[in-house]
């Protein structure tokens, strides 16, 4: 039970807080909630999420907005003047009043190679946030999956438990019968009645650790504590081929992989740039002016049309800061290079070590299947042992012990696989399993 509490710990810790939903609830006032209801809930509650969408847009924005970088910000001016003019001359000079409107706009593009890359940098900022975006998306609706499937094995384990407290009170009650008529002894019964009164604060226990369980699925999923819920999802069976599903995945298409390659591209552009201060800039501009002294109806108009390049000359000389930028960005992107190729190794391993999981637990299920066969056809028999009196209390004990251990693994191994399966889900990118 550790492993289940930890993963509703782990799924409250990614959602942080969710707001309130209005849910739909059935006759009984209970909210029926399918595996897929459960991650809509989430989604559209989850603030997290919500932030990193925000997060996505801010980027797609920067994108849609890219020929700022080429594009001089325009300008526009309007004057209007009034003054005086005084002129000197041998007779003693003349003054008369001015006045006029000057009108300018100046507009203008500059090109270079490192503006060139700024573009393509932001488009691969972008594509990188989308991966990023993508993946705690997915790892969240996985840990959705695992928490809804937690309230299911609890749910299931408490019906056992529940089961294995009637069948104790029961064998009290006949254990008490068989005491007053002198067919067992004192110390059976005490038995007895020790294994019953012992299920009753475990049944507590277990009570108490699924409503905690269920009061966070409901606080992450926005559903108010106080509503009642019914999971309508049983866990999902699978059979299909894991070593065929890891044998057609390029561990190119690995997010953590195709994280770094972003980055290595990222690396590239940097390094780009600085080499773009040794390539020339374009700049090409455009003024219109006009003016008009309010005397006449002509305008003075003027257009120009300008085209400069301009080069620093700092990246040709040797080890200066931009030839040293240059180098420093090169050893960079040969990092970056050696961390794709680790990290292909460390997905490979990992993809090998979740596959070889995967199967052994596949194995393990069908032998607690058949073991839940044998120790149902133990039990019978035992039971019917000791009915007769020719079996002990603790043998019967036994074998009603080892058909609930039976479920129990089965359940918990189950629940296992699933998870399992979730973690190559997250390690490929994409759902295997509904």
């Known amino acids: ?12 810790a990614v959602a942080l807080t969710a707001v309130g939903y209005d849910a739909t609830t ?9 595996i897929d209801r459960a991650i809509e809930f989430a989604l559209l509650n989850n603030l997290v999420q919500k932030n990193n969408a925000a997060d996505l847009q801010t980027k797609l924005l920067s994108v849609a907005t890219t020929w700022n970088y080429i594009v001089d910000a325009p300008s526009a001016s309007v004057s209007i003047n009034k003054g005086l003019s005084h002129s000197f001359s041998g007779d003693g000079g003349a003054s008369a009043s001015t006045e006029g409107i000057n009108i300018g706009i100046n507009a203008g593009l500059t090109v270079s190679a490192g503006s060139i890359f700024k573009i ?10 989308k991966l990023s975006y993508e993946q705690l998306k997915l790892k969240f609706i996985i840990e959705i999956k695992r928490a809804y499937y937690n309230l ?10 529940e089961l294995a407290l009637t069948n104790a009170k029961i064998l009290f009650d006949a254990a008490e019968m068989k005491y007053d008529n002198g067919v067992i002894s004192e110390i059976d019964r005490l038995k007895s009645e020790y294994a019953y009164k012992t299920l009753i604060p475990e049944l507590n226990r277990l009570k108490n650790s699924y409503k905690n369980s269920q009061n966070s699925f409901k606080q992450i999923i926005g559903i108010d504590i106080a509503q009642k819920i019914e999971l309508s999802s049983d ?8 070593d065929q599903i890891i044998e057609n995945f390029e561990i190119d298409n690995n997010a953590a992989v195709r994280s770094l390659v972003y980055d290595l591209n990222g690396a590239e552009y940097s390094r780009n740039n600085s080499i773009a201060n040794i390539a020339p800039t374009f700049n090409l501009g455009y003024a219109f002016s006009g003016s008009n002294d309010l005397q006449n109806a002509d305008w003075k108009l003027s257009n120009s049309l300008k ?5 620093g000359l700092d990246g040709l000389l040797p080890f200066s800061p931009a030839q040293t930028n240059i180098i420093n960005a090169q050893y960079n992107i040969n990092k970056i290079k050696n961390n794709i190729m680790n990290q292909k190794q460390l997905v490979s391993l990992e993809l090998s070590k979740t596959a ?5 637990l596949k194995n393990s299920i069908k032998s607690y299947e058949m073991n839940i066969e044998i120790a149902d056809k133990t039990y019978e028999m035992t039971e019917k042992l000791y009915n007769s009196g020719r079996y002990g209390y603790l043998e019967f004990k036994q074998a009603e012990e080892d058909k609930f251990d039976a479920r129990l693994k089965l359940l918990n191994t189950k629940y296992e696989f699933l998870s399992s399966l979730y973690d190559l889900e997250y390690l490929i990118g994409r759902e295997i399993i509904r």
């Open 120 to 129: 393509i940098q932001i488009a691969n900022d972008y594509n990188k946030g």
């Open 356 to 360: 070889d999981n995967i199967n052994e």
């Open 152 to 161: 299911i094995v609890l749910e299931k384990q408490l019906e056992l438990k």
């Open 1 to 12: 039970m550790k492993k289940t509490a930890a993963i509703a710990g782990l799924v409250l």
């Open 235 to 242: 866990i999902p069976e699978f059979d299909g081929d894991i």
């Open 307 to 311: 085209l400069s390049i301009s080069m």
């Open 26 to 34: 059935d006759g009984d006032g209970k909210v029926a909630l399918s």
